[in-house]
């Protein structure tokens, strides 16, 4: 199809033929054009945002929950560098973002122009690739370009920077969707080789484990049925990132929960100990190894990632296999099927005994009390109290993310979304904002903090004016939690500016919103205040009133192995002295 | 420590771990399009990687290519890291190590700036003759020399240079090529 329209039809032409039906955005003079074509078109959905970081973020809740790319438009200057948090997060945790930013016109640009900023130059390293158009008849082929580089090989953000004059321009669009305009091409098939090779490890393994990550989830639920295949197939015990929850069910025989500094003590000794480590869409970030020269010390490492840059980036990989997880696991099924393995039983018998016993020490225990709400209990009720429901959970950042993350069972992929690479506080309402949007009748569930929550509290406005009932079920401790928490770990507890002295009334601030505020402040009224909140069809705030200075256990220290974990029986003592002097360096 | 590596011909293969830093040429093909060069910069300073000579110059015209050649350290983990990293860069067409791939051919142009008089004046066009630098400018008082070469034949060149009244350097930084018949 090729027809003549000004640059800002092509925007919204180009959307259409990508199939897009939802945009987040906010309004400014450099994009009016395209604000006025979106007036006068209803193929499109425009949300309308508060905060250009909110509408990032709202976007990155969409793509995660559908799996399709999230839509967004800002304009230049401040819109622009607004979006720079969202544009980075999207990037350490592989989010298709398409942002589309404004520019002043190519006559001005340089000239430190009204709300001019070097958009390309700052978004260059927080995005996977970006382009400032600069002729009209570039435009159709970078916007269909931006959407096909977003969303395939390793996905990410990508930022296109549209001058104004060049909005009003005319020139000829061709729909060039899904036709390469540059020699960008990820390799998605694994070396058949090496794959022959790593079935051939994991067949004669003793003490196997299945290390997942965010990138089966960005594999598309293809991905997923298969990596639960192979677990069936294999036998093999399996933890993942927080980036990877759902992908393999928490209900699953095979489960050992999540990994990392805030995993699960079967999880982590698992990992140590393990004959063979099969990584699998995951890329040893330092939440995961803990101190590197001590992660898993005697095993082989099998890594598939589709990021070439992945591999031997943090941890030596002994059979490196690049490509996308979905057609690796296919192919590594099939050789296992074909190859029938005979697998040393007795030996794997003696690893899940040896995983039982690590079981036992039911390291997520916790003391309960009668007067107080215990925020692991808070996470457990919710849990329990949704579990008929269509959920989906976002977070904040920081313990209360961690304690969602322990005490939430995910089954299915893409119904978590949280800020894993970069820890962006203020990223869980919008983001809950964008999966409402895209489920309607979903129950979506920002699990936050009260420190967190406040950084992006302003989208309760845009929930509201969609009527998106987003529950905002906040952990209210007073404090930053995890900053109190390192405070206790690190500095003495000394506890500088981590107490929040002036909080607003939750429940008021719901309500002046034009939303719904429930409060709970003791654990015989959680049931049903949660139960409550599942029912009201309207956005909510919900002030739940935590015990103020739980730690979130377990955990591994700073410059710690993972067989050196603090358990939640963890003694003050213990607490004070748990990391070293080279520790504290690390964050 | 060695890893005994198996039987593929993954081309992301394991090397051997050394912690000594080496000097590596890397040959990088790229789009010739705005900006690219400041992706190439601003991935070696954002990630902590060393530049010691970088060139970059169009050599297809018709195929908007450039050639960007880059002489950085670290170790071999780190080479392999700095490679892989340039490859996700979108307008980045292919990266080779010039040193790791074989023999190659490396050279690089210097103009040489000296002034004196008597002596050092003579002594300076004695070396400039040994070494094959043309004269490009003269006056009574000073010389520019032109010097193609190894960039450890300019260092010499220059470092003699210091003793005749060396006035200035400018350098082109690194042009490498490998040998044989096959481009890259």
Not at chain 1, 239 to 244: E, I, K, Q, R, V
Not at chain 2, 1 to 14: D, E, K, R, T, W
Not at chain 2, 79 to 88: D, E, K, S, V
């Amino acid at each position: 199809m090729t027809r003549q329209m000004t640059g800002a039809e092509m925007v919204i032409q180009a959307f259409i033929d990508q199939g897009v039906d939802t945009i987040f955005g906010y309004p400014g003079g450099a994009v009016l054009p395209i604000y006025d074509e979106i007036f006068q078109q209803d193929k499109i959905n425009h949300i309308l945002v508060r905060h250009e970081q909110g509408a990032g973020h709202a976007a990155e809740g969409y793509a995660r929950s559908t799996g399709k790319p999230g839509v967004v438009l800002v304009t230049s200057g401040p819109g622009a560098t607004n979006m720079v948090t969202a544009l980075t997060d999207a990037l350490m945790d592989s989010i298709p973002l398409v942002c589309i930013t404004g520019q002043v016109p190519t006559h001005l640009i340089g000239t430190d122009g009204f709300q001019e900023c070097d958009t390309v130059g700052i978004t260059r390293p927080c995005t996977k690739h970006n382009w400032l158009v600069q002729k009209i008849e570039d435009l159709p082929k970078i916007l269909h370009e931006a959407f096909r580089i977003a969303t395939t090989g390793r996905p990410g953000p990508v930022v296109v920077d549209i001058p104004k004059n060049i909005q009003f321009q005319t020139g000829t669009y061709v729909n060039h969707k899904d036709q390469a305009q540059t020699q960008y091409k990820p390799r998605v098939k694994g070396d058949d080789t090496a794959i022959r090779e790593a079935v051939a490890l994991m067949a004669a393994a003793k003490k196997p484990v299945l290390y997942t990550g965010g990138g089966v989830v960005n594999a598309g639920p293809a991905a997923s049925r298969l990596l639960r295949e192979f677990v069936k197939l294999s036998g093999f015990p399996i933890t993942s990132t927080l980036m990877g929850l759902g992908a393999y069910p928490a209900s699953g025989p095979n489960w050992l929960g999540m990994l990392g500094m805030h995993g699960t003590y079967e999880a982590n000794l698992a990992m140590h100990d393990c004959d063979v480590m099969v990584c699998i869409g995951a890329r040893f970030d330092d939440r995961i190894t803990g101190r590197i020269d001590a992660f898993s010390p005697n095993s082989k490492k099998i890594h598939i990632d589709i990021d070439p840059s992945s591999i031997n980036k943090n941890v030596r990989a002994d059979i490196p296999i690049v490509g996308d997880v979905a057609y690796v696991l296919e192919d590594m099924i099939k050789v296992w099927k074909q190859t029938q393995p005979v697998q040393d039983k007795a030996a794997l018998n003696a690893w899940w005994q040896q995983i039982a016993v690590w079981k036992a020490k039911k390291c997520l225990a916790y003391r309960k009390h009668s007067d107080v709400i215990m925020p692991q209990y808070a996470i457990e009720r919710l849990y329990q109290l949704t579990k008929g429901h269509d959920t989906y959970i976002t977070t904040e950042v920081g313990q209360h993310q961690m304690w969602a993350a322990q005490y939430f069972g995910f089954e299915e992929p893409n119904r978590w979304m949280t800020s894993g690479g970069l820890g962006t506080m203020g990223y869980g309402l919008p983001a809950a904002l964008g999966v409402q949007i895209a489920h309607p009748d979903a129950l979506v569930i920002d699990i936050a903090g009260d420190a967190s929550v406040q950084m992006n509290i302003q989208e309760m406005a845009t929930a509201i004016q969609y009527e998106a009932p987003i529950k905002v079920f906040i952990l209210n401790n007073q404090y930053m939690g995890m900053v109190r928490q390192w405070q206790q770990l690190l500095h003495g507890n000394r506890l500088s500016h981590s107490y929040t002295e002036a909080m607003p009334d939750f429940v008021k601030l719901a309500e002046a919103y034009g939303g719904v505020g429930i409060k709970a402040e003791r654990p015989d009224e959680l049931d049903d205040a949660i139960n409550e909140m599942i029912a009201v069809k309207r956005p909510v705030i919900f002030d739940c009133r935590v015990a103020n200075l739980a730690n979130c256990f377990p955990m591994i220290p700073s410059g710690k192995a993972h067989n050196e974990m603090l358990l939640g029986d963890a003694s003050d003592d213990e607490i004070d002295t748990a990391i070293g002097a080279s520790g504290k360096m690390l964050v | 420590m060695m890893i005994v590596a198996g039987q593929s011909q993954s081309a992301y293969f394991l090397e051997e771990t050394s912690t000594v830093a080496e000097t590596h040429t890397l040959s990088v093909l790229v789009d010739n399009e705005p900006g690219v060069l400041a992706r190439v910069i601003g991935l070696f300073s954002g990630r902590g990687y060393n530049i010691e000579s970088l060139t970059v110059s169009e050599v297809e015209h018709e195929k908007h290519l450039s050639r960007i050649t880059i002489v950085t350290t670290g170790t071999p983990q780190v080479i392999t890291q700095i490679m892989n990293q340039l490859g996700r860069l979108v307008p980045v067409h292919r990266v080779v190590n010039l040193t790791k791939s074989g023999d190659s051919i490396e050279r690089e142009l210097a103009l040489v700036k000296v002034a004196g008089k008597g002596e050092h004046r003579v002594e300076a066009l004695r070396l400039a003759q040994a070494f094959e630098a043309k004269t490009v400018d003269a006056t009574l008082e000073s010389f520019v020399f032109e010097l193609t070469g190894t960039p450890a034949d300019i260092d010499r060149f220059v470092n003699l240079m210091t003793e005749c009244g060396l006035v200035e350097v400018a350098r082109t930084g690194l042009a490498a090529l490998a040998r044989g018949k096959t481009g890259m």
